[in-house]
Nanobody, 124 residues
């Protein structure tokens, strides 16, 4: 069982930066790959990025590639999403999720545990 709590969301102007954190509790955090998803009002939840259990492999959606970076600190049981050059279309609730599978895992159904989400709002 893994319990996830996101933090770091807020209001930022276009072109600004935010860093989201996702703190985990429970055993075996280091064995889980971690994903980031987002959901804007009236839209489906979409994949943002993913980092392997050891941190060596990362995947990103095309819409955020080059602007967002995910990292993790297994000793602190925390995963991060650094978001730079933010755009109004990045406005959404951002979720972290845990999965003990392999590969890109861009489908939300592949994830076993979810956080409650944190709101990111980018003003123009």
């Amino acid at each position: 069982q893994v319990h996830l709590v996101e933090s770091g969301g807020g209001l930022v102007q276009a072109g600004g930066s935010l860093r989201l954190s996702c703190a985990a509790s429970g055993r075996f955090f280091s064995s889980y790959a971690m994903g980031w998803f987002r959901q804007a009002p009236g839209k489906e939840r979409e994949f943002v990025g993913r980092i392997s259990s050891g941190g060596g492999t990362k995947y990103y959606a095309d819409s955020v590639k080059g602007r967002f970076t995910t990292s993790r600190d297994n000793a602190k049981k925390t995963v991060y999403l650094q978001m730079n050059s933010l755009k109004p279309e990045d406005t959404a609730v951002y979720y972290c999720a845990a999965d003990n599978g392999w590969g890109p895992a861009t489908d939300s159904s592949e994830y076993d545990y979810w956080g409650q989400g944190t709101q990111v709002t980018v003003s123009s």
